[in-house]
């Protein structure tokens, strides 16, 4: 942890500005996460066991708040976050295959990030934009009625 801590210094004087400036004990914790995710891009064990420590919270109540809730994410992600649909609406229209196209174009599987950091892949469930499917999401940007040939033009938009 200490080497985690020392390369980041900064961003730990950002985050302990923070803890020291939120006055809602109630919702400290949330909040802590929140904005150290924002700062960080994710919270890795070392920043779960600083806030932790920060806080005066047992390291599990952290641990587990940040895996209860599917918008924190452990693990660096790449600059463009991409998520393929595999929803009910979605599958019928065979987002299958989009998915497996941005596999073989950027060399990854769901849940992998690409070693430069610039590409991770997902897939899941139904993102709510279910009236032109196949649904992609970059960034939260939305692409509807994706066809495999639209993901090379998909991906430019990413240089």
Do not use: W
Not at 14 to 39: C, G, R
């Amino acid at each position: 942890m200490c080497d985690f801590v020392s390369r980041n210094k900064d961003l730990f004087n950002e985050l302990d500005k923070f803890i020291y400036s939120v006055k809602d004990n109630e919702n400290k914790l949330m909040t802590t996460l929140h904005y150290a995710q924002k700062l960080f891009g994710y919270l890795p064990k070392d920043i779960q066991v600083y806030i932790a420590k920060n806080l005066n919270l047992p390291f599990d109540q952290v641990k587990n708040t940040v895996n209860f809730y599917s918008y924190f994410v452990t693990e660096l992600k790449g600059k463009y976050k991409i998520k393929v649909c595999l929803g009910n609406a979605c599958s019928k229209d065979d987002s299958s295959s989009i998915l497996n196209e941005f596999e073989r174009l950027i060399g990854i599987k769901p849940g992998e990030t690409t070693k430069d950091m610039k590409f991770s892949l997902e897939s899941g469930g139904c993102v709510g934009v279910c009236r032109k499917t196949p649904i992609v999401t970059i960034n939260g940007r939305v692409y509807e009625s994706v066809t495999v040939e639209d993901i090379p033009s998909i991906l430019e938009t990413c240089i």
